[in-house]
């Protein structure tokens, strides 16, 4: 059984930094393909940042290039997702994802202007 469990959201000010982290049991971290995705009100879930644990490879959506950054420990099977320069259009709750479908419970990101 796949568990993601994140943590690290909160309220912060537009501009300021955030890092989450979700910590993968149940798979094999190593090999995995772990993504971040984001769900703000009244709209649909979207990517933000994936990594290949396997490859090494990222991906960001354009939306968060320059300002985000994914990364993973393979020591503690955790994913992180360092969060710099934060708008209010990043409000969201923020799900942790493993390849194919295993989601986390999510966790709330309030950005205030």
Do not use: H
Request: charged fraction near 20%.
């Amino acid at each position: 059984q796949v568990q993601l469990v994140e943590s690290g959201g909160g309220l912060v000010q537009s501009g300021w930094s955030l890092r989450l982290s979700c910590v993968a049991s149940g798979l094999d971290f190593s090999r995995s393909e772990m993504a971040w995705y984001r769900q703000a009100p009244v709209k649909e879930r979207e990517f933000v940042a994936g990594i290949s644990n396997f490859v090494g490879s990222t991906g960001y959506a354009d939306s968060v290039k320059e300002r985000f950054t994914i990364s993973t420990d393979k020591a503690t099977n955790t994913v992180y997702l360092q969060m710099n320069s934060l708008k209010p259009e990043d409000t969201a709750v923020y799900y942790c994802n493993a390849w194919p479908d295993w989601w986390g419970q999510g966790t709330q990101v309030t950005v205030s202007s």
